[in-house]
């Protein structure tokens, strides 16, 4: 391996086309990492976030992958490999709501909210992780949710799912620390994003100690640091939301 690839730093971020997602991937990129991103549908934000790589000076690629299927999963990890030779970073970030009171949720949204936020991450972790132990090197980042810490009425799914994800850290992050390998969770507060959009601005930073939303670069901030500086950190849940969980 010469001087060049063993520099070379890549990162694969799901549900990166946009919000936290596309945050993640431009401070990645900043920071020197070659992107793999995933997407769900919109081609075009998706290729927008390619291109916004490439002018960073890094290489990217995209590619169109249902979050809640374990064979699109180790797709996109082999093809990340086959691209760009390794994986240093995984970004679990894609994730859905389907919001409503449990007494009225239909199973399918029970069922698609934790097969997408939960198992999908279970899935590209997985595969992720036989590459990263062949390196003996790498970083997992699951995107939790404040709700997943403390619960929220309405989003029974939303809440179990993101309380999943915390689970899967800890015991991910006991299996692979002998490889060099850490694993942590990011757990955003109320971040404005399209996600939020339909929330009572105003009322929520009322609770909200720090007195605002937070900004997707709030989040990705967080996860640059873990991937970067965090060699001695693992198996733990980074609450990133204004001091509203005190």
């Not at 199973?107 to 003996?136: E, F, H, I, P």
């Amino acid at each position: 391996m010469n001087a060049t690839e063993q520099e070379q730093k890549v990162a694969v971020v799901t549900g990166g086309s946009r919000g936290i997602g596309k945050a993640c991937v431009e401070a990645l990129a900043k920071e020197g990492y070659d992107i793999v991103l995933t997407y769900a549908a919109n081609q075009e934000a998706a290729d927008q976030t390619v291109e916004i790589v490439k002018r960073l000076g890094r290489q990217a690629k995209a590619i169109k992958a249902d979050a809640a299927d374990p064979d699109a999963a180790q797709q996109v990890i082999d093809d990340a490999v086959a691209t760009f030779g390794r994986i240093d970073a995984l970004v679990n970030n894609a994730g859905i709501t389907r919001d409503g009171l449990l007494i009225r949720q239909k199973q399918d949204d029970w069922r698609q909210v934790l097969d997408t936020n939960l198992s999908g991450a279970y899935y590209l972790t997985q595969a992720a992780a036989k590459v990263m132990m062949k390196q003996r090197q790498g970083s997992i980042i699951n995107m939790s949710s404040i709700s997943g810490v403390y619960g929220n009425a309405g989003q029974t799914n939303y809440a179990a799912s993101k309380a999943g994800l915390i689970g899967l850290t800890k015991a991910c992050a006991k299996e692979l620390a002998s490889r060099n390998i850490t694993v942590n969770a990011v757990a955003p507060g109320f971040i404005a994003t399209d996600m939020t959009d339909g929330l009572n601005a105003e009322a929520i930073k009322e609770r909200i100690p720090l007195g605002r939303l937070g900004n997707p670069d709030d989040i990705a901030n967080t996860v640059v640091f873990l991937i970067k500086s965090g060699s001695y950190i693992t198996g733990q849940v980074f609450q990133v939301d204004g001091g509203l969980v005190i």
